[in-house]
């Protein structure tokens, strides 16, 4: 279902970006999607399509979802791609303040070949959570689960099927009950999605712990059964503490990566990576930059201190056997990629965040990334998000020997 054409106001918006030369191909793991508003009445069933989220228009001429009783202003969680940096306060308050290829997948396809991104993983926006959350903690069971299967329908449907060598299909499952999140899992990947995201730290939003088996030991189950890469999002669980009187989003936004490293040892620490050798993890926006930190304090609480033995497998290679780290650059932290292990490491574009580096992914790789040997940058930038995802390349891959 694509959008029309809309002419996007010149007060907000840059003029329309020219399309950049293509150094690597980049298959970025890490981009957003805002829900359009034809998505609940399209794809929720007859029976609950009425309690379902709906787009609402404010007497101060904003859209905003409205859901079981509660106001989402943020119709398009930081969507601010393309728009002039002085217009940016927080968010847009309407999709008219959006790209179309924030929300209309041919539009995106159009703003990845201006950026030269070959193909993108989407998690989802404000009226779902990053990982689903806000339908996990519906007052009615029924329409949550609906809910969680709508989202991955108009993905399947309008994202994943119009085009499939652009669009890698991540799902949600229905979170707060297992024997769903398995069957929902399944039903996607049967499909061909290739991951699911799920909270960080789930008992910071309301959900059972890594430690309460009963739980998680079938979703984890299942994923490692379907090989469906959990794919786990920086604040999917909430950002830093808020202190009274504090610039909250500066600071929250500072720790990204300090948050991707606590809920990495938590997963790694659930010893769910060490009795599934085969399950995958990926780390989405929180950086690279604390990784090698991590392995050295790893080996050392082995080698030294022996608060991390126990393991028949030392937890520093479990580390590299079974997480992936996310980057948009890493300026100065890219030279650890030995010790980290480039085929770990893939790359982000955040499209259409205020982090994004759409549409001068190209020039930011090869800023940042420019004295790194091509075949690291092929790995790196495409070839391992392709392995991990099971996802097509395209017939040249760039850069070439």
């Given at each position: 279902?694509?959008?029309?054409?809309?002419?996007?106001?010149?007060?907000?918006?840059l003029?329309?970006?020219?399309?950049?030369?293509?150094?690597?191909?980049?298959?970025?793991?890490?981009?957003h999607?805002?829900?359009?508003?034809?998505?609940?009445?399209?794809?929720?069933?007859e029976a609950?399509?009425?309690?379902?989220?709906?787009?609402?228009?404010?007497?101060?001429?904003h859209?905003?979802?409205?859901f079981e009783?509660?106001?989402?202003?943020?119709?398009?969680?930081?969507?601010v791609?393309?728009?002039?940096?002085?217009?940016?306060?927080?968010?847009?308050f309407?999709?008219?303040?959006?790209?179309?290829?924030?929300?209309?997948?041919?539009?995106?396809?159009?703003?990845?070949?201006?950026?030269?991104?070959?193909?993108?993983?989407?998690?989802p926006?404000q009226?779902?959570?990053?990982?689903?959350?806000?339908f996990?903690?519906?007052?009615?069971r029924?329409v949550?689960?609906?809910?969680?299967?709508?989202?991955?329908?108009?993905?399947?449907?309008?994202?994943?099927?119009?085009?499939?060598?652009?669009?890698?299909?991540?799902?949600i499952?229905?979170?707060?009950?297992?024997?769903?999140?398995?069957a929902?899992?399944?039903?996607?990947?049967e499909?061909?999605?290739?991951?699911?995201?799920l909270?960080?730290?789930?008992?910071?939003?309301?959900?059972?712990?890594?430690?309460?088996?009963?739980?998680?030991?079938p979703?984890?189950?299942?994923?490692?059964?379907?090989?469906?890469?959990i794919?786990?999002?920086?604040g999917?669980?909430?950002?830093?503490?808020y202190?009274?009187?504090?610039?909250?989003?500066?600071?929250?936004?500072?720790?990204?990566?300090?948050?991707?490293?606590?809920?990495?040892?938590?997963w790694?620490?659930?010893?769910?990576p060490v009795?599934?050798p085969?399950?995958?993890?990926?780390?989405?926006?929180?950086?690279?930059?604390?990784?090698?930190?991590?392995?050295?304090?790893?080996?050392?609480?082995?080698?030294?201190?022996?608060y991390?033995?126990?393991?028949?497998?030392?937890?520093?290679?479990?580390?590299?056997?079974?997480?992936?780290?996310c980057t948009?650059d890493?300026?100065?932290?890219i030279?650890?990629?030995?010790?980290?292990?480039?085929?770990?490491i893939?790359?982000?574009?955040?499209y259409?965040h205020?982090?994004?580096?759409w549409?001068?992914?190209?020039?930011?790789?090869?800023?940042?990334?420019?004295?790194?040997?091509?075949?690291?940058?092929?790995?790196?930038?495409s070839?391992?998000?392709?392995?991990?995802y099971?996802?097509?390349l395209?017939?040249?891959?760039?850069?070439?020997?």
């Amino acid at each position: 279902m694509t959008a029309e054409p809309v002419q996007l106001d010149p007060e907000l918006f840059l003029p329309e970006p020219t399309r950049r030369d293509v150094g690597v191909t980049v298959i970025s793991v890490d981009d957003h999607v805002v829900e359009p508003p034809h998505l609940f009445d399209t794809y929720l069933p007859e029976a609950t399509r009425a309690r379902g989220p709906k787009i609402a228009e404010t007497e101060q001429g904003h859209q905003v979802w409205e859901f079981e009783g509660q106001q989402y202003s943020q119709v398009g969680m930081n969507a601010v791609a393309g728009r002039r940096q002085d217009t940016v306060k927080l968010e847009p308050f309407r999709f008219d303040q959006m790209r179309p290829g924030c929300y209309d997948v041919d539009a995106r396809v159009a703003d990845m070949d201006i950026a030269g991104i070959w193909a993108m993983l989407n998690f989802p926006s404000q009226i779902t959570g990053f990982c689903g959350r806000v339908f996990a903690a519906a007052n009615d069971r029924e329409v949550g689960i609906d809910c969680v299967k709508a989202w991955n329908n108009w993905m399947y449907e309008e994202w994943y099927l119009a085009h499939p060598s652009r669009i890698i299909p991540c799902g949600i499952t229905y979170l707060a009950d297992p024997d769903e999140a398995v069957a929902e899992i399944r039903r996607n990947a049967e499909r061909g999605f290739v991951s699911v995201t799920l909270p960080e730290r789930p008992h910071m939003v309301g959900l059972p712990s890594l430690w309460e088996r009963d739980h998680w030991d079938p979703i984890i189950a299942a994923c490692v059964e379907t090989d469906t890469v959990i794919s786990l999002h920086v604040g999917s669980s909430g950002l830093a503490p808020y202190i009274p009187g504090s610039p909250a989003l500066q600071i929250g936004a500072t720790l990204f990566g300090q948050l991707s490293l606590g809920a990495c040892a938590e997963w790694l620490w659930s010893e769910y990576p060490v009795k599934h050798p085969d399950l995958k993890i990926a780390m989405s926006e929180g950086g690279i930059g604390w990784v090698a930190m991590l392995l050295d304090r790893l080996d050392n609480i082995v080698d030294r201190s022996g608060y991390g033995l126990g393991w028949e497998v030392r937890p520093a290679e479990v580390l590299k056997r079974n997480f992936w780290f996310c980057t948009l650059d890493d300026p100065s932290t890219i030279d650890t990629r030995h010790r980290i292990g480039v085929e770990n490491i893939l790359v982000e574009t955040d499209y259409p965040h205020g982090d994004g580096t759409w549409p001068d992914t190209q020039h930011v790789i090869d800023d940042a990334w420019g004295h790194i040997p091509a075949n690291e940058l092929r790995m790196m930038c495409s070839e391992n998000a392709a392995k991990l995802y099971r996802h097509p390349l395209p017939d040249v891959v760039l850069p070439l020997d």
